[in-house]
């Protein structure tokens, strides 16, 4: 009894200054990481709220200067990133299912034991992960096959990811019992059926993982798009960005009395932070309520292929 | 043996069924283009392909070992790379040791979603971020730039000197919270026990983070950086390339942008393969020694 009461006090043993010191630079620093992510993140949103003269002449800190929804309606004039957007939308979801269903394909027979082949195959697809024809031999693949310039020159050449299919195969050794495979076998379950009405079920959490991994992929992948596609009607969004961003083209049809030369400017540069805030978006909204999803992801990820 | 595998085929067709997409999509993605690397040793022509071809031999591997470019590309990748590791290794170990020390579980968790929250940034906005954030004119650091000095600074993508604190610092930006993710989940299962019987002893929380929490995550620590060895001359294509201009080429002209130039710009298919393949035969080199070498110091193995 004594001595339960002797723990308690120790747990309660007071701090000493020194750590409670320490504990608060602890907490300032992180307080200062946690501005250095957000200041530039503030700046960009505050500047696509503000008056493009104010962005242009440079006012903008870290709240709208002049709250204006100009640079926004200039954007929803702005038809090729409209129809980016459509784009990207189009190849996140058919890429996503096509991925996945593909990745399902690959983990399962390699996640069970009773198959023959699985070394073999296993080590098929770890060795495309350490050695590949690299990037020229892959665009003469592409050429060949007369993909260039159609959407399957975005979708194909990345449809199935060796690390993705690595932490399924994982997920699947690890979280379902070896046994029901085996009873499952004994009491003439086809693999087939073992399958569908055993795997899928339980391998929920790493679907949703891996759904994920693919997605954000399409929706940020610029470079496939970039190596294989002419026909801007087929350009991803990134492409448009990186138009608009990186190379600064702008289409100065959509400002209304295009005479002027400075508010040209002043609108093309406030553009730019609208834009960002748009093609960022959808991913932020939606990342804090599945992030514990990705974080599973990593840790799953982290078990060694 | 014919027999045998007559057998296994005929008992494990089901699962050959549902490998048939995923061995095509390898055959014809990945390991074709395997094959593909010879046009490395011939004269590439539309006509003759990667089979037919006039076999030239190591003469495109020696005509860029001889280039002025060789030793500026190789170096640029290393450089970058080398670079990019040590501040991508240093600074989430930091970042998770401070933020395992603060006892607030709701700070805690506050500050690890937001500081995660970059990672999803695509490359091309994070670099449409960077110009507008680093604009001489409009941008954050101009604007605080012109209230300090008065004057407008210069353009920092210009300058030879700024490629790679550019390259690295984004990517820091963008990922060391993505990336103490994991040390963060390690730290978690240090015993407690050893902090009260350390604490009892008279340790200081300092004291504890060097003694209990960092050799805790060591391991973790040994296999990422292993890990990172094998792909040091392997610097990705894409943000570099959003990040490269005339003016910069000096230092931002990596083996993977200069792949793209001559194959794809200049059209000179098996110069570029050449380089290409020479990149990734090193690669390969590095990730087998360095996992026979962890095998050996670590008893960890990547596969």
Known sequence: MKQIEKFNANKKMKKSSSDRIFLNICTVVLALLMLIVLIPLLNIVASSFSDPKAVSSGKVWLFPVDFSLKSYKNVLKYDSVWLGYRNTIFYTFVGTVMNVIVTLLCAFPLSQHSFAGRKFVNKLLFFTMIFSGGMIPGYLLVKQLKMLNSIWAVLLPGLMSAYNVIITRNYIETNIPRELEEAARVDGCSPAKYFTNFVLPLSKSIIAVITMYYAVGHWNSYFNAFLYLNDRDLYPLQLFLRDILVNSKFDSSIIDDPEMAQVVQAQADALKYSIIVIATLPLMCVYPLVQKHFVKGVMIGSVKG | ?303
């Open chain 2, 1 to 303: 043996m014919l027999q045998k595998i007559k057998r296994a085929l005929k008992r494990d067709w089901q699962y050959w069924l549902f490998l048939a997409l995923p061995l095509a999509y390898l055959i014809i993605f990945a390991y074709y283009p395997m094959l593909g690397v010879q046009i490395a040793f011939r004269d590439f022509t539309a006509k003759g392909g990667i089979w037919n071809s006039k076999w030239v031999g190591v003469k495109h591997f020696l005509k860029f070992f001889e280039s002025y470019q060789f030793k500026r590309v190789i170096s640029n990748t290393f450089i970058l790379s080398v670079y990019g590791q040590i501040m991508a290794t240093m600074i989430p170990v930091i970042f998770a040791l401070l933020l395992n020390c603060v006892e607030n579980e709701r700070y805690k968790k506050v500050v690890q979603t937001i500081v995660t929250l970059p990672h999803f940034i695509s490359v091309v906005v994070l670099v449409g971020i960077l110009r507008q954030i680093f604009n001489s004119r409009v941008g954050l650091y101009g604007v605080a730039y012109e209230a300090l000095t008065g004057q407008y600074p210069v353009d920092i993508f210009g300058l030879t000197g700024s490629f790679r604190h550019l390259h690295v610092w984004s990517g820091i930006w963008q990922n060391f919270g993505w990336n103490a993710i994991i040390y963060i989940a390690a730290l978690s299962g240090v015993d407690t026990n050893l902090h009260e019987a350390a604490r009892i002893d008279g340790a200081s929380r300092l004291q504890r983070v060097r003694h209990i929490d960092l050799p805790h995550i060591k391991p973790t620590i040994i296999i990422l950086v292993i890990m990172n060895i094998g792909h040091i001359m392997s610097v990705g294509f894409e943000k570099a390339f959003l990040l490269q201009n005339d003016l910069n080429k000096q230092t931002s002209e990596l083996i993977s942008t200069y792949v793209y130039q001559m194959g794809l710009v200049n059209s000179d298919y098996s110069y570029a393969t050449a380089i290409g393949l020479f990149n990734s035969v090193i690669n390969l080199i590095l990730v087998l020694v360095t996992n026979k070498v962890s095998q050996h110091v670590s008893e960890t193995s990547l596969w």
